[in-house]
């Protein structure tokens, strides 16, 4: 039976995903048996407790790192049956990543990191790409720090840099991974609310690991994470809400 994953609105899934790390007595299950998908346009959030799977359900999603069991999508491509070399290709071509660290090259400027996603492709950014760069730089108010380097920006700043990044290429799905998790917390809201804009405004869909309750209440849906199963699924839904679910969850187990 084939899945069309466009047809239905998904950017990514997974399906019975299973996850050890070790073996014998020694080994960890850091996933087990999750099933989820990624809706297309939408902010999604992988909440849970430190040690639940969160980066390990990233990771696998983006090929950055391979399933113990079950099976992967990036759009209608199975990344599981995928070769390296091709991943990489795919991977590059359409996912964008931010890390809690920014991840920046340091010995480039601004405008050096945002344009690295054509660099590693090989190619120049073509006219209406250069538009859509020009709009995404302007919108994150770095227009006077391209010739910057690094680390002659603020913490928030870098992260606006790793957004542009992330951005640059229209990727069907951008992950951010703790993307606040550096920042302090009234430039965090303001990271959160530009990915919240280009998912609201630019329809890109966006897949966040994060533990922090303020974080999770900037998204369309929250997945939440318990020892390595997914244990719920909801819409929109405030901090306190959020907090208030996580303490029963804690509780309950
Ligand atoms: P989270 O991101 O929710 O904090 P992780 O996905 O990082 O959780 O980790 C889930 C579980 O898998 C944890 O118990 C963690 O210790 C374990 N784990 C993660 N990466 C490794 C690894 N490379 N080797 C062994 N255990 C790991
Ligand atoms: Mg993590």
Do not use: C
Not at 182 to 204: F, H, I, K, M, P
Request: aromatic share 6%.
């Amino acid at each position: 039976m084939s899945f069309n994953h466009q047809e239905a609105g998904l950017v990514a899934r997974v399906s019975q995903l299973t996850k050890s790390y070790g073996s014998g007595s020694g080994s960890v299950t850091a996933l087990d048996d999750v099933s989820i998908g990624i809706r297309q346009g939408e902010f999604t959030a992988i909440m849970g407790p430190s040690g639940s799977g969160k980066s390990t359900l990233m990771h696998i999603m983006a090929g950055l790192d391979t399933a113990t069991t079950g099976r992967v999508w990036l759009g209608n491509t199975e990344i599981t049956e995928l070769a390296d070399g091709e991943l990489t290709v795919l991977r590059r071509r359409r996912v964008g990543f931010v890390f809690q660290a920014f991840n920046l090259v340091p010995t480039l400027d601004v405008s050096g990191n945002i344009l690295l996603p054509f660099e590693l492709d090989g190619r120049h950014p073509l006219s209406d790409e250069t538009d859509w760069i020009d709009r995404l730089i302007e919108s994150l108010g770095l227009g006077d720090r391209l010739a910057h380097r690094p680390h002659q920006l603020s913490g928030g700043q870098q992260q606006r840099v790793a957004i542009a990044r992330a951005l640059a290429t229209r990727p069907d799905l951008v992950f951010a991974d703790e993307p606040t998790g550096n920042l302090d917390s009234r430039t965090g809201r303001e990271v959160l609310s530009l990915l919240a804009a280009s998912s609201s405004e630019y329809g890109q869909s966006i897949a966040m690991v994060t533990h922090d309750p303020i974080a999770a209440s900037f998204a369309d849906r929250i997945l939440f994470l318990a020892d390595g199963r997914l244990v719920e699924d909801r819409g929109r839904s405030s901090a306190e809400e959020i907090s208030r679910f996580m303490l029963e969850m804690e509780r309950a187990s």
